[in-house]
């Protein structure tokens, strides 16, 4: 059974798509992004825990 990592960032409005490629380099899965009630999007991810 596989565990995972999960982790919860803000995004600045002006730099999605860089985030979001240096999150997927590190070994992070976009699993929804959403808006916070201020109007900024929170990325909500995940990767499988190394044992």
């Known amino acids: ?3 995972w990592q999960y982790q919860v960032a803000p995004i600045p409005l002006h730099n ?3 985030m979001l490629n240096n ?6 899965e ?3 992004i959403h808006t916070n ?3 900024g999007l929170v ?3 995940k990767r499988p ?3």
């Open 30 to 32: 976009l699993v929804a």
């Open 43 to 45: 990325a909500f991810l």
């Open 37 to 39: 009630a201020q109007g």
């Open 23 to 28: 999150f997927g380099a590190d070994g992070w």
């Open 49 to 51: 825990l190394d044992d």
């Open 16 to 18: 999605e798509a860089l």
């Open 1 to 3: 059974m596989t565990k």
